[in-house]
Nanobody, 115 residues
Framework: QVQLVESGGGLVQAGGSLTLSCAAS????????MGWYRQTPGNERELVAT???????NYADSVKGRFTISRDNAKNTVFLQMSSLKPGDTAVYYC?????????WGQGTQVTVSS
């Protein structure tokens, strides 16, 4: 089993910053991809950002230039630095890990941006 534990969510004013962290543990095989997704009530989960083992990143257009994803391979941890936050960024943010065996999700952390 693989466990993903997220932290760092909370309430912030528009224009502010937050950093999310996700630590992976358990029976992890070779990691192919780690990333962050988000979901609001009534909507599908959407990609925010992903990062491959050697650092290749991918971002949703809505967060480019404002969010930065990074990872610590030695600690199987992925981070999401969020700046210039907007009320539209309000969502539950989920960590995702894909290894050679499966696709795993964290429990989610709430990010609320007030106007």
């Amino acid at each position: 089993q693989v466990q993903l534990v997220e932290s760092g969510g909370g309430l912030v004013q528009a224009g502010g910053s937050l950093t999310l962290s996700c630590a992976a543990s358990g029976s992890i095989l070779r990691i192919n991809l780690m990333g962050w997704y988000r979901q609001t009530p009534g909507n599908e989960r959407e990609l925010v950002a992903t990062i491959r083992t050697f650092g290749n990143t991918n971002y949703a257009d809505s967060v480019k230039g404002r969010f930065t994803i990074s990872r610590d391979n030695a600690k199987n941890t992925v981070f999401l630095q969020m700046s210039s936050l907007k009320p539209g960024d309000t969502a539950v943010y989920y960590c995702n890990l894909k290894d050679t065996r499966g696709d795993y999700w964290g429990q989610g952390t709430q990010v609320t941006v007030s106007s």
